[in-house]
């Protein structure tokens, strides 16, 4: 996430002096702009077997357009925080909205995978400009003493994404079909768009950083120690949740109940995104990340058994999907904390790099779950259960390597 910094009497771009921090009301439509990015990100998944129907594609090469702009927001993210970085933040917030606004309409429209594929890597582009400088920026405009809770609530617009966006992007795409669902999105980023432009006062840019000193604290081993497990982490709980349809039809989940299990994973992500935050303060890291990823071993585990076995467990299958979301999303604030911890005086880069990490482990967990879904949902979720086994590994084996961790 880039610093926004705005020193005394500096004059803003129009030749004004800088607004004065103030509440929390003009974080609100930056954090509806992180809404509407966390919904993009993520409502394919929603209606991913529909859509490849209608672009005569299977499920796994459909679910690529989730991986492409996963990688995309990790690659671009760095490079476009390079690039941009002079350019006002109103400008620069605005732009990235408009892009990502278009690319929607264009996914909406697309004819073929070609167009869908090439349209998620432009909305990946406006994402990765948006997002980091949406928290930056809402940072700057607040008193001191409201910055944390600022940065929670920008950060909360896409926690509440994976809780309602994506559960309300499938009930579209069956009431109006998959595309009147992307062109929703569309809509929203425009009105975001005015939003900002209506509400937000002129901020200046920053000084240039170079790209090879940005990623230049990847080279310290404590922070090497950390920052893969994101990824990691990542990869396991998106193994399945990419292709949520269909491995969820394997354990008896009808297509038109599949709405109330993505509420429900939605409503684990909420849940164990504010309980690792309180935990973490409480007990540490490390400890919070172990009770995470046995949780989602086991909830991916007994996924497995239940689709492996064609049985009919729907309470017990929503009660598990919950606590896949729960330690799915609870990874964020603990690794955050670490990264910080072992480079305070890099917090921000850090923290964008983690962002990065997220979507680098969606794009890796939507590639192996389309790997394997051939096979069966049997195979996705057990895939997924070794992976939050393997992430137990790592955190365990690397957790010495951070001097501060509890």
Same mark, same amino acid.
């Given at each position: ?26 974080t609100?439509?930056?954090?509806? /702009?992180?809404f ?20 005569? &594609? ?13 990688a995309?927001?990790? &690659? ?5 925080? *390079? ?7 109103? +400008? ?32 990946? +582009? ?21 910055? +944390? ?52 006062p ?10 090879? *000193? ?5 080279r ?47 409503l ?12 973490t ?6 400890? &919070?990340?172990?009770? /995470? ?7 991916? /585990? ?33 690794q955050?904390?670490?990264?910080i ?19 680098? /482990? ?16 049997a ?6 259960a070794?992976?939050? &086994? ?7 084996i ?9």
């Amino acid at each position: 996430m880039s610093s926004v910094s705005i020193p005394s009497g500096r004059a803003t771009a129009d030749g004004k002096n800088p607004p004065q921090p103030g509440g929390l009301s003009s974080t609100l439509v930056l954090a509806l /702009g992180t809404f509407a990015v966390g919904t993009d990100a993520f409502v394919v998944a929603g209606f991913l077997p529909t859509m490849a129907d209608s672009l005569h &594609v299977s499920e796994t090469a459909a679910g690529q357009s989730i991986t492409v702009f996963a990688a995309a927001y990790a &690659v671009l993210s760095p490079v476009l925080a *390079t690039l941009t970085a002079r350019l006002p933040r109103r +400008a620069l917030l605005i732009g990235a909205l408009l892009t990502l606004g278009a690319a929607n309409l264009l996914s909406a429209l697309a004819p073929n995978l070609a167009v869908l594929i090439t349209s998620r890597i432009v909305a990946a +582009a406006g994402a990765a400009a948006y997002t980091p400088n949406a928290g930056a920026v809402s940072a700057a405009l607040v008193r001191p003493e409201l910055r +944390a809770r600022a940065l929670a609530v920008v950060v909360g617009g896409l926690t509440v994404a994976t809780a309602l966006g994506v559960p309300l992007g499938n009930l579209i795409s069956h009431w109006l079909g998959w595309r009147s669902a992307l062109g929703v999105v569309a809509g929203l980023c425009l009105l975001v768009a005015v939003g900002v432009r209506l509400i937000m006062p002129e901020l200046p840019g920053n000084p240039r950083v170079p790209l090879r *000193t940005r990623l230049a604290v990847l080279r310290r081993p404590t922070v090497l120690a950390v920052l893969p497990l994101t990824v990691l982490g990542m990869g396991a709980c998106y193994t399945a949740y990419a292709y949520s349809v269909p491995v969820l039809e394997a354990v008896r989940i009808p297509e038109s109940a599949t709405l109330w299990m993505l509420f429900l994973y939605g409503l684990g992500a909420v849940l164990g995104n504010l309980a690792a935050g309180y935990a973490t303060d409480r007990w540490g890291s490390v400890r &919070v990340l172990t009770a /995470g990823y046995v949780c989602m071993a086991l909830a991916l /585990g007994v996924l497995a058994w239940i689709a492996a076995a064609e049985g009919s467990l729907r309470p017990v299958v929503g009660l598990l999907v919950m606590f896949w979301g729960a330690s799915s999303w609870c990874q964020t604030p603990p690794q955050q904390h670490r990264l910080i911890e072992v480079a305070p005086q890099e917090a921000p880069l850090v923290v964008s790099l983690n962002s990065s990490g997220i979507y680098l /482990g969606i794009g890796l967990g939507t590639v192996l779950g389309g790997i394997t879904l051939p096979v069966g949902a049997a195979t996705v979720y057990g895939l997924g259960a070794v992976l939050a &086994v393997a992430a137990l590994l790592f955190l365990r084996i690397t957790a010495r390597a951070t001097a501060h961790e509890s």
